[in-house]
């Protein structure tokens, strides 16, 4: 009875479980509705169970109830097993007796247990299979089993005993069984939903695709349509579509004949496939459609049976494939318009298009391939297999044809094929005439720039807008002395040119004003200075011109530099000239006057004694006289108009002859340091003037020292080169010795350097110097055909450098100085010719108190007049140079002829160009300067006459 009662008990758990399967048809387990009512069926079931159960006495009762519970917490969850165990309990509670406590107990282990099984194996993604629901039975009903022994008073053991063997044969058993339904109709929910799932899938793609399925009975013509071929021909599903209507009213008249060719060759070939086919459908609202059919065809007793087929709208496709075909059209079109020629080839040098303008020039390719077709050769140029175009680079190259003589320029360009391999698209460009042209531009241009280039002038042009120079010339750069990179931008250009910030603002603002004034001649610029990278300075004229219509400025810029320099020296030349002049015009009338004051002095002092009360006046007088005499000289120095008897001479020996003397004159607080020259050469001047040069500038230099100083004089040979004499006017390049004088003193500012050889120019108090030692210097050195150089900073001392051209004699011993008192006269007849009587006459009596017998005249025609009464008697003419009607000279040539024995001795206040040329004396020419004493008169007299 035991088995029987459990197999009963078992057969209500299999139906419950086919029961279970109909709600989850209606409500599935994963809506609550369906979560519950599965709860409440299999609670429901193990009620009735419990209702009908193996009842053992005393209270002990056995049912399904493990089954079910544990089965419902597997296969739909805690919420339905919740349900489940509440009607349960309840119902056990109901029922009571000595085996409720085991009894709820094994209710909860079940629900327990199938919730432990639920999480680990998770029906819903992968069904139990038999061997997980037979281990699932004997762990829930062995743990009943086992439950058994909390019953009261060894009740537990004799149950065990007896139901044990049939609950661990029947219950596991039944939970498979029970477990294989609920899988199964699990599975099959799964399946279904799949399958739904998977149908949806179709038919969205379907739509996606615009692509409709159809199947076609040959038999009975009848035809089934999928919802989206009925969409794709617009038609609803609920219409009878045939094969008539298909072929009447869906294909396009003009298809109709080559489709059912297509579908009757198809079906009666035997291949069982329906190939693909394009043609064109009406959809039900007239709009044409271009589709793709495929598909395969079903037998049936070796005829055909079913054709089965996809429609796919390639009308997007269709649409772009005409356009493509035009825009290829289109581009054939363009391509074979183009006037230069076009061809494409492959990897493997195979021609795949050319152009007409190609064709025109080389002929039709045919097979050839691109070396075969161009180069006529038989394998791949170099060129073919240059594989830079094929890994995707643009290459540009040129290709000179020697056949035609014609010049190419070829572009290379890479096309990437739809197979992902790359052809060659090649572009030829007949460059022979515009190269011809840029050749002749170029040699144009080159002419042009060369011209440019070699203008004196520097000549820039630049954008008014932008300020940026498009060109300059060689000379532009040139003058300002930096490279273009740093003058073609215009703000630059001034930082660098003008580094002054105060000068570069005020350069700005005058340009900035002269430009935007409009005003033409307010656009040159004269006399600015410019800073080159060397720091070096230039005198510049600057001129712009604007062209507004093409945006452009021409620049002009001329370095005036040396036109300044050789300005200002020939201003200051003409200056010192016009001053020279004036100043000898001056000295040789004073000369006169002094010549007369003095001589009359002289003879007054010589018959009067020392102690006559007008004797010290009369001295007085005679001082300031040579004083005044020694200054008509520096004047004359100055003018060059200084009578000189230049003869070769040694520096070293006139600077060692005057040392001790210099010495003297500087003081014991003054050091005289001398430095000379061992290998000097030699100079050709007057020995007096030397001395006037190292007595003006030692003196210069003594007055230039406060204190304890130094003052060095040097001697050297120099050879000055042709770029010192442009930088120094008046010299020649040569050899040349200098006498250099360098002082420690004060120095002197610029201002005072531009003015220091100006006569009477002295930075002196009043009193202290008459301004014109340098000058007498400047005069001296100009004379002899040399150059004096000062360099001079204030606190720094000065340098004075006179340069003398080398002499190539040796020089000779210097002379031994003149007596004290000048030689007497031995009775010899002196004829002397002055257009002034007071000179006339103080010379007469000089002469006479010397012991000489004077005739006189004061004119030359009174001269020729007493020389023709006199004959042979003269021994001497001395006779003024510069008279009326005859000069000196002429006189002397005239009373030469009468007279072959006389000699001359000429006067005057300063040299003149008849016996002097820049006031250096003829050859043999005799000379005693205006004013003189009775002793130089005495000594030259005696000098002349003793000369043979």
């Known amino acids: 009875m035991v088995y029987l009662d459990l197999i009963l008990n078992l057969s209500l758990l299999v139906s419950i479980s086919i029961v279970s399967g109909f709600i989850e048809d209606r409500w599935s387990r994963h809506t609550r509705n369906g979560v519950l009512l599965q709860g409440v069926l299999f609670g429901g079931a193990a009620v009735i169970g419990m209702l009908r159960p193996l009842d053992l006495g005393h209270g002990l009762i056995f049912d399904g109830r493990s089954i079910m519970v544990g089965l419902c917490a597997l296969y739909f969850g805690p919420r339905a097993m919740v349900v489940a165990c509440i009607m349960t309990l309840g119902c056990r509670l109901w029922l009571g007796g000595v085996g409720m406590i085991t009894g709820s107990l094994v209710i909860l282990s079940s629900g327990g247990i199938g919730l432990a099984a639920r999480f680990h194996l998770k029906p819903e993604t992968e069904v139990p299979s038999w061997q997980h629901l037979l281990w699932f039975g004997l762990l829930v009903h062995g743990v009943m089993l086992a439950l058994m022994l909390t019953l009261p008073g060894g009740a537990g053991l004799t149950v065990i005993r007896r139901i044990g063997l049939p609950v661990i044969l029947l219950y596991p058993l039944a939970t498979i069984l029970a477990g294989k339904i609920l899988s199964d109709q699990l599975e099959g929910k799964q399946v279904l939903k799949a399958l739904r799932e998977s149908e949806r899938r179709y038919i969205a793609a379907q739509h996606i695709a615009q692509m409709g399925d159809f199947t076609w009975d040959v038999k009975t013509g009848a035809v089934t349509c999928s919802e989206a071929l009925f969409d794709l021909v617009g038609y609803h599903k609920s219409e009878i579509v045939d094969y008539n209507l298909v072929e009447n009213q869906i294909h396009h008249p003009d298809d109709v004949e080559q489709v059912r060719k297509w579908l009757n060759d198809s079906v009666t070939s035997g291949k069982g496939a329906l190939p693909p086919k394009e043609y064109r459908l009406v959809r039900k609202d007239g709009q044409i459609i271009y589709v793709r059919t495929v598909g395969v065809v079903h037998y049936q007793d070796g005829k055909p049976a079913q054709v089965f087929g996809t429609v796919q709208d390639i009308s997007e496709r269709k649409q772009a494939e005409e356009a493509l075909i035009r825009e290829r059209r289109r581009f054939q079109q363009i391509l074979d318009a183009f006037p230069y020629g076009i061809y494409i080839v492959d990897k493997h040098h195979q021609i795949e298009y050319v152009n007409n303008a190609l064709r025109q020039e080389f002929g039709d390719p045919g097979s050839l391939r691109c070396h075969e077709y161009f180069h006529d050769l038989p394998e791949p140029c170099s060129w073919c297999r240059n594989e830079t175009v094929f890994q995707g680079e643009i290459v540009r190259w040129d290709w000179h044809v020697p056949g035609s003589g014609r010049d190419y320029e070829l572009v290379d360009i890479p096309l990437k094929n739809e197979d992902g391999t790359i052809s060659k698209l090649e572009v030829f460009h007949d460059m022979t005439d515009r190269k011809h042209a840029e050749e002749d531009l170029l040699k144009r241009n080159q002419f042009i720039e060369t011209i440019l280039d070699h203008l004196p002038i520097g000549l820039a042009v630049h954008y008014i807008d932008e300020g940026k120079a498009t060109y300059m010339n060689r000379k532009f750069e040139e003058i300002y002395g930096w490279p273009r990179e740093a003058l073609e931008d215009i703000p630059r250009f001034f930082e660098k040119v003008y580094p002054n910030p105060q000068y570069r603002e005020k350069i700005q603002s005058q340009i900035l004003e002269d430009i935007q004034s409009g005003d033409p001649e307010r656009m040159t610029w004269e006399g600015i200075e410019v800073t080159g990278r060397n720091g070096k300075k230039k005198i510049v004229s600057a001129k712009n011109i604007p062209i507004h219509d093409q945006n452009l400025m021409i620049s002009t810029v001329q370095d005036i530099t040396e036109y300044k320099r050789l300005e200002a020296q020939l201003q200051q030349s003409q200056k010192m000239e016009a001053i020279g002049t004036l100043a000898g015009g001056v000295a040789h009338d004073f000369n006169n006057k002094l010549s007369v004051i003095m001589g009359c002095t002289q003879l007054m002092l010589m018959d009067m004694q020392p102690e006559d009360p007008h004797y010290a006046d009369l001295k007085q007088i005679q001082e300031s006289a040579e004083r005044s005499a020694d200054l008509t000289r520096q004047l004359l120095a100055f003018a060059r108009k200084q009578t000189i008897a230049p003869e070769p001479l040694n520096l070293n020996d006139m600077v060692e002859g005057m040392l001790k003397m210099l010495r003297r004159l500087m003081g014991e607080d003054i050091e005289l340091a001398w430095q000379p020259d061992p290998k000097l050469w030699p100079?050709?001047?007057?020995?007096?003037?030397?001395?006037?040069?190292?007595?003006?500038?030692?003196?210069?230099?003594?007055?230039?020292?406060?204190?304890?100083?130094?003052?060095?004089?040097?001697?050297?040979?120099?050879?000055?080169?042709?770029?010192?004499?442009?930088?120094?006017?008046?010299?020649?390049?040569?050899?040349?010795?200098?006498?250099?004088?360098?002082?420690?003193?004060?120095?002197?500012?610029?201002?005072?350097?531009?003015?220091?050889?100006?006569?009477?120019?002295?930075?002196?108090?009043?009193?202290?110097?008459?301004?014109?030692?340098?000058?007498?210097?400047?005069?001296?050195?100009?004379?002899?055909?040399?150059?004096?150089?000062?360099?001079?900073?204030?606190?720094?001392?000065?340098?004075?450098?006179?340069?003398?051209?080398?002499?190539?004699?040796?020089?000779?011993?210097?002379?031994?100085?003149?007596?004290?008192?000048?030689?007497?006269?031995?009775?010899?007849?002196?004829?002397?010719?002055?257009?002034?009587?007071?000179?006339?006459?103080?010379?007469?009596?000089?002469?006479?108190?010397?012991?000489?017998?004077?005739?006189?005249?004061?004119?030359?025609?009174?001269?020729?007049?007493?020389?023709?009464?006199?004959?042979?008697?003269?021994?001497?003419?001395?006779?003024?140079?510069?008279?009326?009607?005859?000069?000196?000279?002429?006189?002397?040539?005239?009373?030469?002829?009468?007279?072959?024995?006389?000699?001359?001795?000429?006067?005057?206040?300063?040299?003149?160009?008849?016996?002097?040329?820049?006031?250096?004396?003829?050859?043999?020419?005799?000379?005693?300067?205006?004013?003189?004493?009775?002793?130089?008169?005495?000594?030259?007299?005696?000098?002349?006459?003793?000369?043979?």
């Open 683 to 948: 100079v050709k001047m007057d020995p007096a003037q030397v001395d006037q040069i190292l007595a003006n500038l030692c003196v210069n230099a003594r007055d230039a020292i406060s204190g304890v100083g130094k003052v060095t004089i040097e001697t050297k040979n120099a050879i000055l080169d042709e770029t010192y004499c442009v930088e120094n006017a008046g010299c020649e390049p040569g050899e040349y010795v200098t006498l250099t004088v360098i002082d420690d003193g004060c120095g002197m500012d610029h201002g005072t350097l531009e003015n220091v050889f100006e006569p009477f120019f002295t930075t002196k108090e009043t009193g202290k110097g008459t301004g014109l030692g340098l000058s007498t210097v400047y005069g001296i050195a100009k004379q002899n055909q040399g150059v004096i150089n000062v360099y001079s900073e204030p606190g720094k001392g000065s340098t004075f450098t006179i340069y003398i051209p080398r002499h190539y004699q040796e020089a000779g011993k210097k002379e031994a100085a003149a007596p004290a008192e000048a030689p007497g006269g031995q009775g010899e007849t002196i004829l002397v010719v002055e257009d002034d009587r007071s000179i006339l006459n103080m010379a007469k009596k000089m002469l006479e108190r010397l012991g000489y017998s004077v005739l006189t005249a004061n004119s030359p025609d009174e001269a020729v007049h007493i020389a023709r009464e006199t004959g042979d008697e003269i021994h001497l003419l001395v006779t003024d140079v510069v008279m009326p009607k005859m000069s000196g000279k002429d006189l002397s040539e005239h009373l030469k002829a009468s007279c072959a024995q006389i000699k001359t001795l000429f006067m005057s206040g300063y040299t003149a160009d008849t016996i002097a040329h820049h006031g250096v004396l003829d050859e043999g020419v005799e000379f005693i300067e205006k004013p003189f004493s009775m002793n130089d008169l005495g000594y030259k007299v005696r000098a002349v006459l003793d000369k043979t």
